[in-house]
């Protein structure tokens, strides 16, 4: 079946706009994370949705990232006035109910100029 | 907050070695997990353990709950196995928390 899909794969912005990032998780996963990975490093938790709610928005970095799933499926990471840092690859990924592995996304590489 | 510690960060071996890469972690948990990126790929999840060891194929996994410490061996490593393995666990030590990931173990391995 199909697998968590994440657009677009490639998003050049420049410094001061906003930008939303989508994912479509696999179908009937109720539990949906976001990670961003910045190049050498390993991913770093952002925020993890079980259905419609935000379970743990404490790695969001500051006010200016937020994310929605409102009918419990996709979610959209939206990133206000980006900043040079917030270049990364932004990584989804979604868990069904019955189980804790994690199935991950390809990415959206994020540039900020 | 759990915090991850891998290592070594960087291993280049000659094909049909047995390699290990190492995982501690801080906070007790429900399960960790091993995960593999290939350069410029995704994160594929190879094994989520709680105790003991699990298989699959060449690639063995082992976890110490007690010492807060995992391993991952890959025997007859070949040129294919060459990638990023990560280790991660519940940043929080439930199983359904987002996950705190190691740097990674960047893995070579030379025909």
């Known amino acids: 079946g199909a697998g968590v899909s994440q657009t677009p794969s490639n998003k050049v912005t420049e410094k001061g706009k906003y930008v939303e990032l989508r994912c479509d998780p696999i179908s009937g996963h109720t539990a949906l994370y976001w990670y961003r990975q910045s190049l050498g490093q390993g991913p770093e938790f952002l925020i993890y949705f079980q259905g419609t709610g935000a379970a743990d928005d404490s790695g969001l970095p500051n006010d200016r990232f937020f994310a929605v799933r409102p009918e419990g499926s996709v979610s959209t990471l939206k990133i206000q006035r980006t900043e040079r840092g917030d270049s990364a690859v932004y990584l989804c990924a979604s868990r069904p109910g019955t189980s804790d592995t994690q199935y991950f996304g390809p990415g959206t590489r994020l540039t900020v100029l | ?111």
């Open chain 2, 1 to 111: 907050k759990n915090e991850v510690e891998q290592s070594p960060q960087n291993l280049t071996a000659q094909e049909g070695e047995f390699i290990t890469i190492n995982c501690s972690y801080s906070v007790g948990i429900s399960a960790l997990h091993w995960l593999q990126q290939h350069p410029g790929g995704g994160i594929v999840s190879l094994f989520m353990l709680s105790s003991g060891k699990k298989k699959h194929g060449r690639l063995i996994a082992t976890i110490n709950i007690q010492e807060k410490h995992s391993s991952l061996h890959i025997t007859a490593s070949h040129p294919r196995d060459s990638a990023v393995y990560i280790c991660a666990v519940p940043h929080s030590g439930g199983g359904a928390d987002g996950l705190t990931f190691g740097k990674g173990t960047h893995l070579i391995i030379q025909p």
